[in-house]
Structure formats: structure tokens, C-alpha cells
């Protein structure tokens, strides 16, 4: 049945008043620590240079006849950015995003990103734990909007438990019994062939163009991202430097990046950064992972300059993009993500 129909909608309708009633309280939480609610646009000049991200493309109709490529936002980011190099300091948005070649229990191809940056111009370091406490408080408002713990298939997690801090080195050793950081040079970059090796000890099978990226992604969701979040909260952090493309280099370690997930119930709910403000080394990862995304999709988006050119009057930030539908799924208990979104793409 379609998700208009009358009984359906009135199934679905607590779900959609609770998803309401979280939203208010999160913006509330924001409003009252002095953030500023901002609407970035939507049609940018690149949707974002990460290699296995898709974007929507469109054209702008010039008139003079001429015809420009746009895209729909796969995130907010690069606009939030320009708007701290502005003099914002403290930012957050509900953001409507889009992302192609994404549908499942878990993924929509147009949903709502919560994105939120702190800026700290007297702070070089702009310790992005800040941004970490912040994701764990919003997770327990909205557990506690929702009155019950978060869950997602057979699993809970309690979001008023003390979280577990997992660096992503010690979930492969635990989980997937591999060692990672040897695999990395002193300044980040993977050995492909040591890890692959690893990986198929482990029993993956890794395919002559899986790239280091791509073996350690697949290790991570099979065998890491169930096992996290069980019971209680765990923020995984420490992030290999190859897969932190927008992050700072962790300073006592190069080979790492301040970059964290949260976890709960298996299921990733938020990604956060210490952000790069080196626009040298942000260009020269933008054209890495185009040319990643080159081989292995046959497709490329160009580079923001803009973009570029304002990180260089950005303060030191940490920002944290969370998926508030995944989150409101998880606080209903809600079997999809369909299920609290106001009008369901069709599949």
C-alpha cells in the first residue's frame, strides 16, 4: 500500500509526531547553548569530493543562453564552512540532503542531515571533544522524547549509559582480530597488499582492484560496526588519515585524523571532525579521492574553489553531521527509515 493511503498515514502518524516533537526539543537544546539556526543552499558547484559519495545533477539555465552544471548538496558542509570563515561561531542546521545510489532499511536518497559547528578562534586546537559531548547529549534527549531505550531490530542501546571510546585501531583488533596501524605509512597512507593480506586471513574476500580503502570498509561493516553501540553508546575515533577526507591530522600522530563516528544499536548516527583548514592539503585530497572515484565509478565533480579559498579565513572548528532520521528511527523503534519520513521517496 502506498504511504498515502489513509490507514497507512495513521500507523505511521505517532512515529511522525514523535519525529516532530524531537526536533523541537533538539533545536531547543541548540537555541539555548547561543547556537544560530542557519539555511545553507542547496544547489552547490560540487556536492562534495569524497570518492564513493553520488550525487543529484541538475542545470542552471543562464540568461544569456548558457547552461552551468549544479548538484544537489549530499551535505551542507562547504556552505556551513564559507559561513565560519564569515564569522559564525557557532552554527546548526536540519538540512535537506541527497545522495544517490543510496535506498534500503537504513538509507534514502533524499533525507535530513543535522549539521553543527563550533568555531573557536582563540582556541588553535578546537578541541573537537566538544563536539563529541554535544552528539551524546542529543542522543539522550532524544531517548528520553521517545521515553525508551533506542533499538533497531533485536538490538537496544541505552543512550543515558556512559559510552564506550573505541579508537578504530582497537576495534579491528578486537573485533576482526587484525592489527591496522602497521598498515599505515608515518604520514597515513595504506600499504594495500599488507592489509589485503590481513583481510584474507580473516576470511574476506578481496578483489584485485579493492583499493586499501575499500578493503578496510569492507572489514569495518562486516565485522566492526554490528558488534558497536550494544547496550550503551560507543564513539569510535582515531580514524586512519586515508579515511578522513575533510579532518585534521591528529597532532601526536599523523598517521590518524581527528575524525569519530557514534554508534548505537550497530547502526552509524553521526561523523565528526576536528576540520582541515590547510587549503593545499585539502585540494590535494579532493583530487585523490576524484581520482579514486574516477577509477573505480568513471565519474568525477569538480572541486569548490570557493570553497578552498575560504578555508584559508576559516577559524579552527570542529563540526558533526548526524542523520536525525536514523536518530528518530532509532528512538521509535521504528523497523525503517521510511517509517518516519513525512513522504517516503517511492522505492
Known amino acids: 500500500m502506498p504511504w498515502w493511503d489513509a490507514q497507512i498515514h495513521a500507523d505511521r502518524r505517532p512515529l511522525l509526531m514523535l ?12 537555541h539555548a547553548q547561543e547556537f544560530t539556526e542557519v539555511e545553507c543552499g542547496i544547489l552547490q558547484s560540487s556536492p562534495g569530493n569524497e570518492a564513493h559519495l553520488h550525487a543529484f545533477g541538475t542545470q542552471a539555465h543562464l540568461p544569456d543562453g548558457s547552461r552551468k552544471p549544479l548538484y544537489l548538496h549530499t551535505s551542507p558542509e562547504f556552505a556551513a564552512k564559507k559561513l565560519l570563515a564569515a564569522g559564525e561561531e557557532k552554527i546548526f542546521e536540519f538540512a535537506r540532503v541527497f545522495r544517490n545510489r ?25 578541541d573537537y571533544r566538544a563536539v ?6 542529543l542522543l539522550k534527549l532524544a531517548a528520553d522524547e521517545a521515553g525508551k531505550k533506542l533499538t533497531y531490530l533485536d538490538r537496544e542501546c541505552d543512550a543515558a549509559a556512559e559510552a ?3 579508537t578504530v585501531a582497537d576495534a579491528f583488533r578486537i573485533h576482526a582480530g587484525m592489527e591496522l596501524l602497521d598498515t599505515l605509512s608515518p604520514y597515513g597512507k595504506g600499504d594495500r597488499d599488507m592489509l589485503a593480506t590481513r583481510a584474507k586471513r580473516a576470511g574476506f574476500v578481496i578483489a584485485d582492484h579493492d583499493g586499501w580503502s575499500d578493503i578496510f570498509s569492507k572489514v569495518l561493516a562486516a565485522s566492526i560496526e554490528p558488534r558497536l553501540g550494544a547496550g550503551k553508546p ?11 577526507a575533510l579532518a585534521r591530522p591528529k597532532p601526536e600522530d599523523p598517521r590518524l585524523a581527528e575524525r569519530f563516528e557514534l554508534y548505537a544499536c550497530g547502526v552509524e548516527l553521526a561523523n565528526g571532525f576536528g576540520e582541515l583548514t590547510d587549503a593545499n592539503e585539502q ?15 568513471g565519474d568525477r565533480y569538480p572541486l569548490d574553489e570557493d570553497f578552498l579559498a575560504a578555508l584559508a579565513h576559516m577559524p579552527p572548528a570542529s563540526g558533526v553531521a548526524l542523520g536525525f532520521d536514523r536518530l528518530v528511527m532509532l528512538a521509535s523503534g521504528a ?7 513525512w513522504t517516503p521517496q517511492a522505492s
Open 19 to 30: 519525529r516532530g516533537r524531537i526536533k523541537a526539543r533538539l533545536a531547543a537544546w541548540f
Open 102 to 126: 543510496e535506498r534500503g532499511r537504513l538509507h534514502a536518497p533524499e533525507f535530513t542531515m543535522l549539521e553543527w559547528y563550533r568555531a573557536q578562534p582563540k582556541d588553535d586546537g578546537a
Open 132 to 137: 563529541i559531548a554535544d552528539t551524546l547529549i
Open 164 to 166: 564506550e571510546w573505541l
Open 234 to 244: 560507543t564513539v569510535l575515533y582515531d580514524y586512519p588519515r586515508a579515511e578522513a
Open 283 to 297: 585540494r590535494a585530497r579532493f583530487i585523490a579521492e576524484m581520482d579514486e572515484k574516477e577509477r573505480v565509478h
Open 335 to 341: 523497523p525503517n527509515i521510511d517509517a518516519v519520513l
